[in-house]
C-alpha cells in the first residue's frame, strides 16, 4: 500500500489511542526514577507530525490539533507530547483557543520521551475593524428600489461577511437591504451597523422624482341617479405608463348644477344631466363623464299576473310567469306556495323540493321565468300562487300582492307493458305457519328460522284492512326471512313495492329487506337503524367492491314509531350488470316525503370522494354513476330480520303488507 494510504489509515486510529498514551506518561511522571529503554531501536520515535499543519482563525474561535509519531523503521504510531503555542492557549489535550492579537503563531508538539517536535501554523485574523455598504452611492427614482449589501474587513485586511441592521432616511430599508425609495427627491443615506463592534458605513442616495406625463381615471364613465353617489380614481403615470404615488391630485366638475366631486373623488348627483369630472395632478388631466339620472321611485314589488301550470308529471308541475319588477327598477325575487284543491296564501305549503323553493331569484324584468314544484302526489289536483319580494325574506323583505292562482293535475302513472312479476298480501292464514300463513299459501319458496324463536308471524292490522307480516326483535340470537326465488328475470328493470311500520328501537343496523340473505351486498333494499324517537335507512350497494361514502346511503330525517309508510323503488340496470336505484317513500297520507335527492352520502358534508362532500342519489346519478352488482342475485327478494350482531332484544315488531314487484311502472298504492 501507498505511504499516503497507510498514513491516513494511522492517523484514524491516533484518537483512540490518546487515552492509553496520556495514561502511559502519567505513569512515567509518577515514577521518574524507573527509565524504560525499548530492547528493539528501531521502534524509537524519531519524528513528530502535528495536524492540520495550517490554519486561519478569528479570536476566540478554536481548533482541536492531534500529534502523533514516526519510528526509526518509517511506522506512525502514537506518542505522548507536551503542547505549547506563541500566541493564543492550548490544553494538553490539544484544544487550541486563539485571542484577540492578529498575526502568524506556532503551535508546537514535543514528544514526552525525547526532544523531537513538530509545529503547526496558525493564522490570526484579529478583530473587525471596519463595516462597508455596497453600492458606496446610489441613484433611485421616487417609488424606486435598491439593493445594498454589507461586507466587513478584519484587522489583517481580510474581507467577510457581516450581520448588520440597516437604517435609512428619504424611504424605507428591509432587514435584508432592499431600500423602498419615497417621493421626495432629495440626498439621502443607508446606514448598516455591525454589533457588538458597534462598526458603521454609510451610502448615499439621491432620490429623483419622475413627472406626471397622464392621469388615468376610473371608471371613465359612470351612471348615477339624483341623490346617489359614484367613487372615482384618478391614478397618476409617468411616461411609461408607471403609477406614481405620494402625488397630489385635484378634481373638478364642468357641471356642478349636475354633478359635485369632492377632494378624494367622491361624486354626488344633483339634478338629471351630464357632468365632465376632471383629475389634475402635476398639469397632467383625466377625465370621466358622469350621468345623472333622475331619481329612482322605490314602490313595492310588482303583481305577477300570468302564473300558470306549463306542464304536469305524476309527481311534479312546472310553472311559469313573467318576471316583475322589485319597487327599484331591479327584477324581483319570488316565494311560491301550494295546496291540495284550493289554495289559502296564510295556510300554503311552502315548496321544499325542486327550483320553485324560496327564493326564486329573478333574473331581467318581462322575461319569462319557470320553476318546478317536485313531491307531488300522482293525479291530485293542486293551486299555485306567487309573491315577488326584495331584500332578505327572513329580514327586511318587502312584499308585493299575492298573483293569480294557478290550478294543474298531476297525472296519472301510465299502466305500461309489463305487469305484476310478484306480490304477496298475506291474505291465506294468520299465525306461524310456515306455509299457510308465512309463506302466504306458497306464493314465498321458502321459510327460514335461526335460533327456533318462531319471530315472524301473520297478523291482522295493515293499511286498508289488510294482514300483515309482523317480526319481532329478539337480538343476535334470533334470525328469519322468508324468501322468493326467481322472482324477476336478471338484468332487467322492475319496481318494488311494499308498506312498513316500525316500533323496533333497537339501534344496530338490521338487513330486513334483501335479494336474498346471503346476497345483501349487491343491494339491500332496507338496513333499518331505530332510537326511541324515531326510526331510518339506508340503502347499501356493493357487490363488486365497497366505495366510502357512498356505498350507503341514506336519508337524514328519521321516521316515526307506529307509523305505516309506502316504500317504493325502481331499479334500472344502465347495463347487465350496473344499476340506479330510485327510491320514493310516501307517508300514510300519500304524500311523498323522501326521493333520491334526500338519500345522502355517509359523512355528509365531510368526508371528499370526487371532489364532494354532499353526494345524493340524485347527484350521483346525474353524473351518469351506477352500481355494479351480481344481477343473478337481483332475481331473488327477501323480507326478515338477519339478526345482526350488536342488536338489542327489545321484543318488539315490525310490520310488512302489500309487497308488490312489477316490471312496468312504480307499483303505487
Not at 397618476?236 to 406614481?244: F, I, K, R
Not at 319570488?334 to 295556510?347: F, M, N, Q, R
Not at 321516521?559 to 309508510?565: K, P, S
Amino acid at each position: 500500500m501507498t505511504f499516503t494510504f497507510k498514513l491516513s489509515m494511522r492517523l484514524a486510529l491516533i484518537r483512540a489511542a490518546l487515552v492509553p498514551v496520556a495514561a502511559a506518561a502519567f505513569v512515567a511522571c509518577e515514577l521518574p526514577g524507573r527509565r524504560v529503554t525499548d530492547p528493539n531501536p528501531n521502534n524509537v520515535v524519531v519524528q513528530v507530525f502535528t495536524s492540520p499543519d495550517r490554519i486561519t482563525l478569528d479570536p476566540y474561535e478554536t481548533q482541536q490539533f492531534l500529534a502523533f509519531g514516526r519510528t526509526q523503521a518509517g511506522d506512525s504510531v502514537p506518542v505522548a507530547v507536551r503542547w505549547s503555542a506563541s500566541g493564543g492557549t492550548i490544553t494538553t489535550g490539544g484544544l487550541y483557543t486563539a485571542d484577540t492579537s492578529f498575526g502568524t503563531f506556532q503551535v508546537t508538539a514535543t514528544a514526552t520521551t525525547s526532544a523531537v517536535t513538530s509545529s503547526s501554523t496558525v493564522r490570526n485574523r484579529g478583530s473587525l475593524t471596519q463595516v462597508f455598504v455596497t453600492p458606496a452611492a446610489a441613484s433611485v427614482a421616487g417609488g424606486g428600489k435598491q439593493q445594498f449589501a454589507a461586507y466587513g474587513r478584519k484587522r489583517n485586511g481580510d474581507s467577510v461577511a457581516v450581520n448588520v441592521s440597516y437604517a435609512a432616511t428619504g424611504g424605507i430599508i428591509s432587514a435584508a437591504g432592499l431600500y423602498s425609495a419615497g417621493q421626495s427627491a432629495g440626498r439621502y443615506q443607508v446606514i448598516a451597523v455591525s454589533n457588538p463592534a458597534a462598526l458603521a458605513d454609510t451610502a448615499a442616495v439621491t432620490i429623483s422624482v419622475l413627472p406626471v406625463t397622464s392621469v388615468a381615471v376610473t371608471p371613465v364613465t359612470a351612471s348615477e341617479p339624483v341623490g346617489q353617489t359614484v367613487s372615482l380614481t384618478a391614478t397618476p403615470e409617468d411616461a411609461n405608463g408607471n403609477a406614481l404615488s405620494g402625488r397630489v391630485v385635484t378634481w373638478v366638475s364642468s357641471a356642478a348644477a349636475v354633478a359635485t366631486v369632492d377632494g378624494n373623488g367622491q361624486v354626488t348627483g344633483v339634478t338629471a344631466g351630464l357632468a365632465l369630472i376632471t383629475a389634475t395632478s402635476e398639469g397632467q388631466s383625466g377625465t370621466a363623464l358622469i350621468t345623472v339620472t333622475a331619481p329612482v321611485v322605490v314602490t313595492d314589488p310588482g303583481q305577477v299576473t300570468d302564473l300558470a301550470v306549463a306542464n304536469v308529471t305524476d309527481t311534479s308541475v312546472t310553472l311559469s310567469f313573467l318576471q316583475v319588477d322589485d319597487g327599484t327598477g331591479q327584477p324581483a325575487s319570488y316565494i311560491v306556495k301550494y295546496g291540495v284543491g284550493t289554495l289559502a296564501w296564510s295556510a300554503g305549503l311552502a315548496v321544499t323540493r325542486g327550483t320553485c323553493v324560496t327564493p326564486v331569484v329573478g333574473t331581467a324584468i318581462g322575461t319569462t321565468s319557470s320553476c318546478t314544484v317536485l313531491g307531488l302526489s300522482p293525479a291530485t289536483a293542486y293551486q299555485f300562487g306567487s309573491v315577488a319580494f326584495r331584500g332578505d325574506v327572513n329580514t327586511n323583505a318587502v312584499f308585493g300582492p299575492l298573483s293569480n292562482l294557478a290550478s294543474g293535475t298531476t297525472a296519472v302513472p301510465p299502466p305500461g307493458t309489463g305487469g305484476v312479476l310478484f306480490e304477496s298480501d298475506w291474505s291465506t292464514a294468520l299465525g306461524n305457519d310456515p306455509v299457510s300463513a308465512l309463506r302466504d299459501g306458497g306464493r314465498w319458496s321458502w321459510e327460514a328460522d335461526w335460533g327456533g324463536g318462531k319471530i315472524m308471524s301473520v297478523v291482522t292490522g295493515g293499511p286498508d284492512g289488510h294482514n300483515a307480516l309482523r317480526v319481532v326483535q329478539r337480538g343476535g340470537s334470533f334470525a328469519a326471512f322468508i324468501g322468493k326465488n326467481n322472482a324477476l328475470p336478471a338484468s332487467q328493470d322492475f319496481y318494488v313495492r311494499y308498506y312498513m311500520r316500525n316500533d323496533d328501537t333497537s339501534p344496530s343496523g338490521d338487513h330486513v329487506v334483501v335479494p336474498d340473505y346471503q346476497s345483501y351486498a349487491n343491494l339491500t333494499y332496507m338496513r333499518k337503524y331505530s332510537s326511541s324517537a324515531g326510526w331510518r335507512f339506508v340503502i347499501s350497494m356493493y357487490g363488486c367492491s365497497f366505495i366510502y361514502p357512498i356505498s350507503h346511503i341514506g336519508p337524514a330525517v328519521e321516521l316515526a314509531h307506529g307509523v305505516w309508510y309506502r316504500i317504493e323503488y325502481y331499479v334500472h340496470f344502465v347495463n347487465p350488470t350496473q344499476i340506479q336505484v330510485h327510491v320514493r317513500v310516501y307517508d300514510a297520507a300519500g304524500t311523498q316525503i323522501l326521493g333520491d335527492a334526500d338519500f345522502r352520502q355517509e359523512d355528509y358534508g365531510n368526508q371528499v370522494w370526487n371532489g364532494r362532500s354532499d353526494w345524493t342519489l340524485a347527484s350521483l346519478y346525474a353524473t351518469g354513476f351506477s352500481y355494479c352488482v351480481n344481477p343473478v342475485a337481483l332475481t331473488m327478494f327477501a323480507v326478515g330480520n338477519n339478526g345482526n350482531g350488536g342488536a338489542v332484544d327489545t321484543g318488539l315488531p315490525w310490520y310488512y303488507a302489500n309487497l308488490q314487484i312489477r316490471s312496468d311502472r312504480w307499483p303505487g298504492p
